[in-house]
């Protein structure tokens, strides 16, 4: 069975701070794609990575970076220097393939105090 | 990019009512359809699988009676709430499965949300 795991339910930090959300993943599959999401007050779901399970490079877009590490089956997510509007809820998601179910974790709810 | 669209964004129904709630994928052909359903503070949790031509596939716990889901088009699925009860509220939402492509590619739509008085 799939499962994503996001312990930090809600996380709290001062505008600039860095923070990492932690997700562990559970599949028997060896192909599989991870994904990131954000989901502001608004509702819309926000992607904003995907990797599959043969690439483990660490990504970089602007301010936010991922470590994927199948040796610990997580995919962590960073935010460098956080900004009020980074304040959002934030989904660790898993699925097999694009015509398969996205099994998503409970999200972590990332408040970031100006 | 491939853009997915849900109408409408936000209904208020009564107790007792159906409420129809549709999903395109408006530049892209979608082979596969999914419907998720959020409730406040919840994580996303699928409730259907629809494939364009074919009879839905529900999670366990879904109420197929209920939940009339419709994927008559490539271009277009349909969920209806039938006999909507106040524990129907919640956040609704589709995503797509870009047929076209042979890289993974699945697109969300901005969401339903769904108010049942």
């Known amino acids: 069975a799939q499962k994503v795991t996001q312990a930090q339910t809600e996380i709290s930090v001062v505008e600039k701070e860095d923070v990492t959300l932690d997700c562990v993943y559970e599949t028997r599959d060896t192909t599989y794609y991870l994904f990131w999401y954000k989901q502001p007050p608004s509702g819309e779901l926000v992607f904003l990575i995907r990797?599959?399970?043969?690439?483990?490079q660490n990504e970089i877009s602007g301010r936010y970076s991922w470590n994927f590490q199948k040796s610990t089956s997580s995919f962590n997510f960073t935010i460098t220097a956080s900004q009020v509007v980074d304040s959002a809820v934030y989904f660790c998601a898993l699925t097999r393939n694009r015509d398969d179910k996205i099994i998503f974790g409970k999200g972590t709810r990332l408040h970031i105090l100006p | 990019g491939a853009v997915v669209s849900q109408h409408p964004s936000w209904v208020i129904c009564k107790s007792g009512t159906s409420v129809k709630i549709e999903c395109r994928s408006l530049d892209f052909q979608a082979t596969t359809m999914f419907w998720y359903r959020q409730f406040p503070k919840q994580s996303l949790m699928l409730m259907a699988t629809?494939?364009?031509?074919?009879?839905?596939?529900?999670e366990q716990g879904v109420e197929k009676d209920k939940f009339l889901i419709n994927h008559a088009s490539l271009t277009l699925s349909t969920l209806t709430v039938t006999s909507a009860h106040p524990e129907d509220s919640s956040f609704y939402i589709c995503?797509?499965?870009?047929?076209?492509?042979?890289?993974?590619?699945?697109?969300f739509g901005p969401g339903t949300r769904l108010t049942v008085t």
């Open positions: 629809s494939n364009e031509g074919s009879k839905a596939t529900y």
């Open positions: 990797r599959n399970s043969f690439d483990e």
């Open positions: 995503s797509a499965s870009n047929g076209d492509t042979s890289s993974y590619e699945q697109y």
